[in-house]
């Protein structure tokens, strides 16, 4: 086939322990999973239908990659999540059979141009602006659930400059994974490929260049990004 363009290469992420890579398709993010960035958001934390936006599969940071500070925000947002890496494709998947879905897991950091997502929860806008710019995926190396198992808890944290600012648990998510995928293979067909970003516990904040960013979860080692002044191109 004869294109008018060079196609653009398939984004990849660290398989850990492995040589190959885990190819990127689309990602999918959950917001307002845990109760406690529920409440510091302002909003109620009881349970609900998950919130569900997504971000480009290019824009994924991996591991070790510096991020450059995005244009058009003042307040850049770091979110410790765990990230899910579907490896079986389904569609109306049963709750009970959702981990039969998943290659793995990895550490994530679901930045976010916070006073753009705010302006827009205000006006009732689309999230993209805030959520979907280049580079706003970090993560790490993927954990196959093959040897790993699937964490259902675990500490996860945030640090920045050393100093930390973010702690839960997964045992806290509002929906648990097997749960995220039933409710968003009920609106899209998951294939091999997507990652789903979990949600975040409290204690989100800004991000400056110049800060050393590093998110973890046990057993899925750690994500490490330092923010640099924006550039010509990123």
């Avoid at 302002?42 to 480009?56: N, V």
């Avoid at 244009?71 to 079986?88: D, K, M, Q, S």
């Avoid at 827009?120 to 970090?138: E, I, L, Y």
Wanted: net charge negative; proline share 7%; aromatic share 8%.
């Amino acid at each position: 086939m004869t294109s008018y363009v060079l196609p653009a290469d398939v984004p990849t992420v660290a398989v850990a322990g492995e040589a190959a890579r885990f190819p990127v398709r689309r990602i999918y993010c959950v917001g307002f999973n845990y109760a406690e960035h529920n409440r510091e958001m302002g909003r109620d934390p009881l349970k609900e239908p998950p919130i569900f936006f997504s971000k480009p599969g290019d824009a994924v940071l991996a591991d070790g990659a510096d991020l450059p500070y995005p244009p058009r925000t003042t307040n850049l947002h770091y979110e410790a999540e765990l990230v899910v890496a579907i490896g079986v494709a389904g569609r109306r998947i049963a709750a009970a059979d959702a981990l039969g879905h998943v290659y793995g897991y990895a550490v994530g950091n679901d930045y976010t141009r916070r006073d753009l997502q705010n302006v827009a929860k205000d006006k009732g806008r689309p999230w993209d602006t805030a959520k979907g710019f280049d580079h706003a995926a970090g993560i790490g190396a993927i954990h196959a659930a093959a040897r790993i198992g699937h964490p259902r808890r675990g500490r996860i944290w945030l640090k920045v400059n050393d100093s930390e600012r973010q702690h839960g648990d997964l045992a806290d998510m509002i929906w648990d994974v097997p749960g995220i995928i039933a409710e968003l293979s009920t609106y899209f067909v998951l294939r091999p490929g997507d990652l789903i970003y979990t949600g975040t516990p409290a204690g989100v904040g800004p991000v400056v260049p110049g800060d050393l960013v590093v998110a973890g979860i046990d057993g899925l080692g750690t994500l490490t990004n330092r923010v640099v002044a924006e550039t010509a191109l990123t």
